[in-house]
């Protein structure tokens, strides 16, 4: 057998301990048994029979699951299946101070894109409360607001609102898991730089168009006012 060959061969060898092999199927044998939140788990002794592995493998894998929030243990019924959040371990790992710069616009950029599909949401969902608390908080928006740079207190204050309106838990739980990594990009120096935008909107016209226009409309607007940040990473 050639080098080539011999290569070819080891790349194929799983690598994969018992433990993560167990862990996989016990996801699996949970679907496969059609079970739902809140359902009892099999006891470790019968998973261990049916695996054919040790309960101390089977107590292991269980352990990674809950440790990812798929599982949890109630009280005078043992193991039962939950409903993950599924942010929990990217919030342990999403720490501004250690990654790389690369990661850090990677991230901002999903940001301007999650917020530039969010207008059918606003639409539907938005409320005369929510349009009076908008309005109160570009009281304070300079009027030349597309000469100004980056302000972190105004995007944090009017996106977040936005985010809220949108009704959806998991965008408002990732904005506000986000926030550190936004101050991080903002205090670091890469969004700083004066970019003037001969069409940007400012929060004030977005208000105005969620007050009387249409979820297009807004779209285009919200790519208007973004083109600032748009223009500075490209």
Same mark, same amino acid.
């Given at each position: 057998?050639?080098?080539?060959?011999?290569?070819?061969?080891?790349?194929?060898?799983?690598?994969?301990?018992?433990?993560?092999?167990?862990?996989?199927?016990?996801?699996?044998?949970?679907?496969?048994?059609? +079970?739902?939140?809140?359902? &009892?788990?099999?006891?470790?002794?019968?998973? #261990?029979?049916?695996?054919?592995?040790? /309960?101390?493998?089977?107590?292991?894998?269980?352990?990674?699951?809950?440790?990812?929030?798929?599982?949890?243990?109630?009280?005078? /019924?043992? #193991?039962?299946?939950? !409903?993950?959040?599924?942010?929990?371990? +990217?919030? @342990?790992?999403?720490?501004? !101070?250690?990654? &790389?710069?690369?990661?850090?616009?990677?991230?901002?950029?999903?940001?301007?894109?999650?917020?530039?599909?969010?207008?059918?949401?606003?639409?539907?969902?938005?409320?005369?409360?929510?349009?009076? &608390?908008?309005?109160?908080?570009?009281?304070?928006?300079?009027?030349?607001?597309?000469?100004?740079?980056?302000?972190?207190?105004?995007?944090? &204050? $009017?996106?977040?609102?936005?985010?809220?309106?949108?009704? !959806?838990?998991?965008?408002?739980?990732?904005? =506000?898991?986000?926030?550190?990594?936004?101050?991080?990009?903002?205090?670091?120096?890469?969004?700083?730089?004066?970019?003037?935008? @001969?069409? $940007?909107?400012? =929060?004030?016209?977005?208000?105005?168009?969620?007050?009387?226009?249409?979820?297009?409309?807004?779209?285009? #607007?919200?790519?208007?006012?973004?083109?600032?940040?748009?223009? /500075?990473?490209?």
């Amino acid at each position: 057998m050639d080098k080539a060959s011999f290569k070819e061969k080891l790349s194929t060898v799983d690598t994969s301990s018992l433990v993560d092999k167990v862990e996989m199927k016990l996801i699996d044998l949970f679907m496969n048994k059609g +079970l739902k939140v809140g359902d &009892a788990l099999p006891k470790e002794v019968e998973l #261990a029979e049916i695996l054919g592995v040790s /309960r101390t493998v089977i107590r292991e894998a269980m352990l990674r699951l809950r440790m990812v929030g798929l599982i949890e243990s109630k009280k005078h /019924r043992g #193991a039962v299946l939950t !409903n993950p959040d599924l942010l929990s371990p +990217l919030k @342990k790992s999403l720490h501004p !101070n250690i990654l &790389a710069e690369k990661t850090l616009r990677d991230i901002f950029e999903m940001r301007l894109v999650l917020e530039l599909g969010m207008a059918d949401l606003l639409f539907a969902r938005v409320t005369a409360a929510d349009i009076e &608390a908008l309005e109160e908080i570009v009281e304070t928006e300079p009027v030349k607001a597309d000469s100004t740079i980056f302000n972190i207190t105004d995007e944090i &204050a $009017f996106h977040g609102k936005l985010y809220e309106i949108s009704g !959806n838990q998991t965008l408002k739980d990732f904005q =506000h898991m986000l926030l550190p990594v936004f101050q991080y990009v903002h205090t670091s120096g890469m969004l700083t730089e004066p970019v003037h935008s @001969k069409s $940007f909107i400012s =929060h004030r016209g977005l208000v105005d168009i969620l007050k009387v226009g249409t979820p297009e409309v807004f779209r285009n #607007a919200m790519r208007k006012h973004l083109d600032n940040h748009f223009s /500075r990473l490209f």
